[in-house]
Structures are given as C-alpha cells and as structure tokens.
T-cell receptor, first 115, second 109 residues
Framework: KAGVTQTPRYLIKTRGQQVTLSCSPISGHRSVSWYQQTPGQGLQFLFEYFSETQRNKGNFPGRFSGRQFSNSRSEMNVSTLELGDSALYLC??????????????FGQGTRLTVV | AQRVTQPEKLLSVFKGAPVELKCNYSYSGSPELFWYVQYSRQRLQLLLRHISRESIKGFTADLNKGETSFHLKKPFAQEEDSAMYYCALRDQGAQKLVFGQGTRLTINP
C-alpha cells in the first residue's frame, strides 16, 4: 500500500509569510505526528493527532499549528515565517497510538526554505 | 525530563569490523526504545524496537534499564550499513517520539 505522502516536497517562502504543509497517512492509519528536522536541533516533535484531536504538542511557539481531518489527512501551518523555520518537516503515521503499538511510518518530508 | 543521548555524531569503521552505536536515555517510567535508520535519499524507517527483541539486518539492541542504555550492535559491518542512525524513546500511551541527535555511521571498504 502507498506510504505516507507529504506535499509539497520543496517550498521556498519569504520571511513574514505563512505556509501550509500537507500529510496523507497510510490508508487506515488514524494517528499522525509531525517533526521538525534541522542540522542543529535534530528531530523535534511538533504535534500528534488522533481522530481529529490534538493529543500532544511539542515546545514550539504558537505560530506553529496543525489540524487533522475526518479522513485522517493532516496539515500543519506556520505563520509569520522566520529564517530559523527553515527545516525538513516530517510527518509520521501509525494505526494507533499507545504502548506496544504499531510503528510509526515516516514520509519523505517537506523541505521548507525561508529567505 | 525525557532525553535521549547519542554521544557520537560520527562513527567510522572498516567493513567486517564490529559496530556499536551508543544510546543513553533518561525517562521516568518504563520507556519504549527504538532505533531508526535513514539511508541516503531515503525516508526515516524503523530498524529495531526493544519490545520485539529481534535482529534486523544483523543488528541487535538490548535495553539495559540499570544503565539506561539501548546500544545498537552488529558483529560484522557491511558497506550498506552506512547511514544515519537515530535512537528514540516513546511516551507510553502516545505516538510522540523523542529522538537523539543521531550518529552518522560510515563503513569503509
């Protein structure tokens, strides 16, 4: 079956603009989480959604937001972009959250460059 | 606080030599530990999880709760093992993963 799909793959934005990234999980998966990957900070957790509800949020400013739709697709939005937001944004999906639960499958990521 | 530490950013070994990638964690409770791997131009993928206790591609990892470690080992390295390796910890009851900074493993011919 198709893997986790993230669109777009690459994006260039100007400081101050906003951006929306999309993630389509593996069919049947209801849990989606987002990560920011940078050379300096590594992989950092942004949010986690399950059945349209945000279950967990990482330590990021309020400019970072997300949502999940009834079909489990998820979007994340970053407003008032800063140069430091340049990163690879990864989405992961799994069938269920929880202890001993199934693994998380990652997408290829969206490479965001803020100029 | 939950934290995962991978002390080596870079590790280089020769083909056929043993490999050990170190991972230490701090967590209050019973953690779930994972090793993820990212080969060049590929997506991040699960290599091992401590609850399965299996060997994947010749790699094994044992959870040592006394030393709070989850080191990844392989007795004989192969060139195709060259990749970025991340140790990660998962909150119970959630999907959130806390990652270490990663170790770039290079296997020299």
């Amino acid at each position: 079956k198709a893997g986790v799909t993230q669109t777009p793959r690459y994006l260039i934005k100007t400081r101050g603009q906003q951006v929306t990234l999309s993630c389509s999980p593996i069919s049947g998966h209801r849990s989606v989480s987002w990560y920011q990957q940078t050379p300096g900070q590594g992989l950092q957790f942004l949010f986690e959604y399950f059945s349209e509800t945000q279950r967990n949020k990482g330590n990021f400013p309020g400019r970072f937001s997300g949502r999940q739709f009834s079909n489990s697709r998820s979007e994340m939005n970053v407003s008032t972009l800063e140069l430091g937001d340049s990163a690879l944004y990864l989405c992961a999906s799994s069938s269920l959250p929880g202890t001993g639960g199934p693994e998380a499958f990652f997408g290829q990521g969206t490479r965001l460059t803020v100029v | 606080a939950q934290r995962v530490t991978q002390p080596e950013k870079l590790l280089s070994v020769f083909k056929g030599a043993p490999v050990e990638l170190k991972c230490n964690y701090s967590y209050s409770g019973s953690p779930e530990l994972f090793w993820y791997v990212q080969y060049s131009r590929q997506r991040l993928q699960l290599l091992l999880r401590h609850i399965s206790r299996e060997s994947i591609k010749g790699f094994t990892a044992d959870l040592n709760k006394g030393e709070t470690s989850f080191h990844l080992k392989k007795p004989f390295a192969q060139e195709e093992d060259s990749a970025m390796y991340y140790c990660a910890l998962r909150d119970q009851g959630a999907q959130k993963l806390v990652f270490g900074q990663g170790t770039r493993l290079t296997i020299n011919p």
